[in-house]
């Protein structure tokens, strides 16, 4: 592991780091802020994943999450949204919701995508043997947050692994890929044309199939220009009423989509992880 940066902020340690990730196959760089802490103790740690265009930087850069995090004793990590490099393939058309920037949080099982675009393992299983190698985390004390695309992978991830994420929840997710055009492109590019392969990367569907967690929390801004084509937050409400999973969706009027909006509630985010992950 490479350290690209570091800086000092609220008594702690922002760092951008980079390696040779073995399931990508090519270098991923990622940001982890650690708050100030005694020697010695180990830290809950609060998974963030961006949305599509994303690295690690946009959170990072845009988040406001130090202030609180250092309060709080929170680890805050970031990862890249996609392998990226020359040989790692894109979108034919360069569009920006798929290929780079753009990997979905899944392991793609289509050529030309499969060699790199392994997100789902690279997320889940590679990263957090990392962290927990280089930095005081404690790994029994985990939650994911993610935006947008971010959002949908945090929401597929803590439904499949409920015991290892303490809290989870989302900014604008995309709620129902299987429903909406982005995941109409992304899911069959990725994953082919099987669509009980694209259920286990779906939020909704994973709630229909028997997935569970005791409690979400999702912000949408009323004024997002995707909301009503792409994110359709109702779906989740519907799937969460029906299944009895305690899901807290807050309509915020003239929020959009941007980090403006994400920066607002990000405080509220944190604190609710924060009484989760004890």
């Known amino acids: 592991m490479e350290t690209v940066s570091t800086n000092t902020a609220h008594g702690g340690t922002q760092g951008v780091y980079k390696h040779a990730s073995r399931e990508t196959g090519t270098d991923m760089t990622f940001s982890v802020f650690v708050p100030p802490h005694a020697d010695g103790a180990k830290l809950p740690v609060v998974w963030y994943l961006s949305g599509l265009t994303c690295t690690h930087a946009n959170v990072t850069e845009k988040g406001e999450y130090r202030r609180l995090c250092a309060e709080l004793g929170l680890i805050f990590v970031a990862p890249d949204t996609s392998p990226r490099g020359e040989d790692v393939a894109d979108d034919a058309d360069k569009a920006y919701d798929f290929g780079l ?72 997710p995309i709620v129902a890929p299987s429903q909406v055009p982005w995941g109409h492109k992304a899911l069959p590019g990725y994953l082919g044309d099987d669509k009980a392969a694209w259920r286990k990367h779906d939020a909704v569907a994973l709630i229909e199939d028997g ?67 004890g």
């Open 211 to 277: 997935a569970r967690v005791d409690a979400l929390l999702v912000d949408q801004g009323e004024a997002d220009n995707f909301l009503a084509e792409q994110l359709k937050p109702q779906l989740l409400d519907a799937a969460c009423a029906k299944a009895g999973i305690d899901l807290t969706l807050r309509m915020q009027p003239g929020y959009d989509h941007s980090y403006y909006f994400i920066s607002t509630f990000m405080e509220d985010h944190l604190s609710w992880h924060a009484k989760r992950l």
């Open 101 to 172: 920037g753009a990997g979905f949080y899944v392991d793609a099982t289509q050529e030309p995508f499969a060699k790199h675009y392994r997100m789902w393992s690279y997320v889940t299983d590679e990263l957090p043997g990392l962290i927990a190698e280089n930095f005081p985390a404690d790994m029994d004390r985990q939650s994911i947050m993610g935006h947008s695309m971010g959002g949908h992978g945090a929401l597929t991830i803590g439904l499949t692994f409920p015991d290892r994420y303490k809290a989870v929840s989302a900014f604008a």
